[in-house]
């Protein structure tokens, strides 16, 4: 209920309520009207779908007080004084001949049951961690579309997400690690590269809201810092010798230590050493060194104070992120969207890359704007999916273990008290109906008893039950 400010109209925001409260409860995944079959909503489907294309909201409004929400209703994990985030990209196979930001991806993933190239939409996410009861949550906070559109964004905001996956992602982390002061971000290492260092330079200016933690390839090469000059003429150099970080792995002084690392106690073997990186940055970074078992890894921070096994720690929650996918693609189906525009060119799966692209052609401003009302759409569903992850993960974090929350479902390996977000979706949605019956002045039961035309009393009474 507290994002009714964010809505210029009530009628958008009883949608807004509406759609999440369905993803949350529906049982099946069979587009938006998935949502009307869930709470009995037998009119109006035109109202619903209008919501996503709505003017009565904007996606920045909207994420600044879901970021606020989380901030103060989930035990956060933090380093310090900085909640720890994470970063990723996650690609979705969509075929729609005229859905915007549709492009071929290349799939990263070795799993032999996913196509080597796809077309589809690929977004960034971001989230931050909350943790109880040894139980870790990656909740999402925003999640943007970030290839495909810089066109799309051209034509309004010249400098709208124009810049790289890479770039755009360290640009959607800033926007959200502000709403928490400061920040520290995890990330794999596809996310070292010097225009990334270069944007967070940019975004922290004199301050350091955010700092990142990821990782290095094997081949990374990196640079000690130059000797004092000595006096001949010429321009002072920037950088000294050239040290290989593979070769550290054979040479260095390793320390060693328990830790506890993935949910188990590990031996590991670590080096830290502060050195520069990045062709013509030359950033001083420091780089941890990591051997346990059989794995080698090289991780780096632009946080010059912190420990080495601090980093090699943080790092291990990094796949939090991967784990959130995962449910919001299986448990609440986020990906599940099918907004196109007529106005947007025939996608063209043969087209060269020599050959013009097709939505630059587009030069009316009304077909311009109504294509831009899709990616709207698009971005305004994922959001809405993002609200009922963070839903699901909160309601866990904060009633697992109680009266209420007591017996939940079986379940033949019961590893955690906290439940996860599929055990707390199981709940709702067979228990949701009988909850809005128990708290019929519920402001949420008012609503969807308005969209139905009768009240939640009236349609789920004894008798007509």
């Not at 759609?19 to 009995?40: C, E, Y």
């Not at 939090?320 to 060119?345: D, H, L, N, T």
Request: net charge positive; charged share 25%; aromatic share 10%.
């Amino acid at each position: 209920m507290g994002f009714r400010s964010c809505f210029s109209r009530k009628a958008a925001f009883e949608w807004f309520v509406v759609i999440v409260l369905g993803l949350l409860v529906r049982t099946d995944h069979l587009g938006v009207s998935s949502v009307m079959r869930a709470l009995l909503l037998s009119s109006d489907y035109m109202g619903l779908i209008g919501f996503f294309r709505s003017s009565a909201w904007t996606l920045e409004t909207l994420t600044t007080k879901w970021c606020l929400s989380v901030k103060g209703n989930t035990t956060l994990v933090k380093h310090g004084d900085s909640v720890v985030m994470v970063t990723d990209g996650v690609k979705k196979a969509k075929e729609g001949r005229r859905m915007p930001g549709v492009k071929r991806h290349h799939q990263e993933s070795e799993n032999s049951s996913k196509a080597e190239y796809i077309w589809g939409h690929l977004f960034g996410g971001v989230g931050v961690l909350a943790e109880k009861a040894g139980k870790c949550f990656c909740v999402p906070l925003a999640m943007r579309l970030q290839d495909g559109v810089k066109t799309i964004f051209e034509w309004d905001e010249p400098e709208e997400r124009q810049g790289s996956h890479v770039v755009e992602s360290i640009k959607l982390a800033y926007q959200t690690a502000v709403h928490f002061t400061k920040a520290v971000l995890l990330m794999d290492r596809l996310y070292l590269t010097v225009p990334a260092l270069r944007t967070l330079d940019e975004l922290n200016g004199n301050g350091q809201v955010m700092q990142i933690v990821t990782k290095a390839k094997r081949n990374c090469t990196a640079y000690q810092e130059p000797g004092t000059r000595t006096g001949k003429p010429g321009r002072p150099r920037k950088r000294g010798a050239t040290v290989k970080l593979a070769d550290l792995f054979e040479t260095a002084l390793f320390s060693t230590a328990k830790i506890t690392l993935y949910g188990q106690r590990e031996d590991v073997r670590y080096h830290c050493v502060d050195l520069l990186w990045g062709q013509g940055l030359y950033k001083k970074l420091r780089f941890v060194l990591v051997e346990y078992g059989s794995t080698r890894a090289i991780l780096v921070t632009t946080d010059l104070t912190l420990e080495p096994l601090h980093i090699i720690q943080l790092y291990g929650k990094r796949f939090g992120i991967e784990v959130m996918f995962r449910e919001m693609k299986q448990v609440v189906c986020a990906f599940g969207y099918r907004f196109w525009s007529k106005y947007m060119p025939k996608l063209n799966r043969f087209k060269k890359k020599t050959d013009p692209d097709p939505i630059e052609q587009v030069i009316s401003p009304r077909e311009q704007k109504r294509i831009k009302l899709a990616v709207k759409a698009i971005e305004g569903f994922m959001f809405c999916a993002v609200v009922t992850t963070g839903l699901l993960q909160m309601a866990s974090l904060r009633f697992s273990g109680t009266d209420e929350l007591a017996n939940l479902r079986f379940l033949r390996t019961n590893r955690n008290l906290v439940a996860s977000e599929a055990t707390t979706a199981d709940f709702l949605r067979k228990n949701f109906i009988s909850l809005l019956h128990r708290q019929p002045d519920l402001p949420i039961n008012q609503i969807i008893s308005a969209k139905q035309g009768a009240t939640i009393d009236n349609a789920y009474s004894d008798d007509a039950a």
